[in-house]
């Protein structure tokens, strides 16, 4: 529902129910805190996700207490609890640099306090954002840049080497108990030119409805292995958020890219992805669609009429 239809209803109820979903929020927001300072990271990492999934609830259409610039900030705030999260679980984190670890959670409690203090005024929530979040990085060497929702421009420039070999694939993360893990193993994919691309890659990244990341891009080292028809890969994923984490809608794209040397930059040639209706344990074969990525999954056109595919194994994993 929209936040202007709510307004038929009363708005102390509306005023009720703001103040309650905030504090609902407030609540382990504080505890992951003071849990963090105490060195309990896994501990603040179960809290952090706590808090995470309360803001999922205060964001979809249907909760008229927020509105739409107020959920937009609050979708943000989300996205670096996400990370703070993941650098928590991972225990290198707390002592090497991370965009996680980079998160000042104590601005973004007090920017939530002011969400509910002051109504939100849009330029304050954003200063605050702008303050505490850091921008995400682009993997693979890639500059900062915003994205739209379907790209019109695959082509990104390159490093002077034209990629990052080793790729950028993340450890599993800690598993938590009562959650479940996604392992995809990217076998191969089927295209009827393999031979021409150079230093061939995939990135993997997993979105909402929106389009919007849920988690940091991953991208695979350069592939070297060649057959007919195929492109191999053979690299494990892990993806970060355990399925429970995942929104209603969620789905995981995997995005094909390759070095242009005449124009130095990576390219986009195809996508495929994955539905969270299909996260089952063994192989799987997606259909692989032309470029641009269409994160909304609106326009989708098959590459190629020949029955070539990309190539996953996938694993569940309950602690």
């Known amino acids: 529902c929209a936040y202007g239809d709510c ?13 309650r979903a905030v504090q609902a929020v407030l609540e382990p927001l504080s505890q992951a805190v003071d849990m963090e300072a105490w060195g309990l990271f896994v501990e603040a990492a179960e809290e952090y996700q706590k808090t995470v999934r309360k803001l999922n609830v205060a964001v979809v259409p249907e909760n008229c207490s927020f509105s739409a610039d107020e959920k937009e900030f609050l979708k943000r705030v989300i996205q670096g609890l996400q990370l703070k999260a ?43 954002l702008a303050a505490t979040l850091p921008q995400p990085p682009r993997s693979g060497q890639q500059p ?20 990052d070999l080793a790729g950028s694939l993340v450890q599993r993360p800690r598993l938590l108990p009562g959650h479940t893990y996604i392992n995809i193993t990217i076998d191969k994919i089927g295209l009827k030119d393999p031979h021409t691309y150079i230093d061939p890659l995939i990135t993997i ?8 990341d849920l988690e940091p891009l991953q991208d695979t080292p350069v592939a070297s292995t060649r057959e007919i028809s195929y ?43 994955m539905e969270m209706d299909e996260l089952k344990p063994g192989k799987a074969i997606l259909e692989i669609y032309k470029k641009p990525t269409d994160f909304l999954r609106k326009k989708l056109s098959l590459l190629s009429i020949k029955p070539l595919y990309l190539h996953l194994t996938l694993s569940l994993h309950t602690p």
């Open 231 to 273: 492109i191999v890969f053979g690299q494990a994923v892990e993806i970060q958020r355990p399925v429970e984490e995942l929104p209603q809608g969620a789905a995981i794209f995997f995005e094909f890219k390759h070095f242009k040397p005449k124009k130095s930059v990576i390219s986009t040639r195809c996508f495929s992805f």
């Open 86 to 128: 993941a650098s928590l679980q991972d225990l290198s984190s707390v002592q090497e640099p991370s965009a996680g670890s980079q998160v000042d959670v104590r601005r973004l409690k007090t920017a939530l306090q002011d969400l509910l203090d002051n109504g939100g005024a849009t330029s304050v929530l954003e200063s605050s």
């Open 144 to 163: 900062d840049h915003i994205r739209s929702l379907v790209l019109s421009d695959d082509d990104y420039p390159s490093t002077a080497a034209g990629k």
């Open 7 to 19: 307004l038929r209803g009363s708005v102390s109820a509306m005023s009720t129910e703001r103040v």
């Open 205 to 212: 990244s997993v979105k909402n409805l929106l389009g919007e």
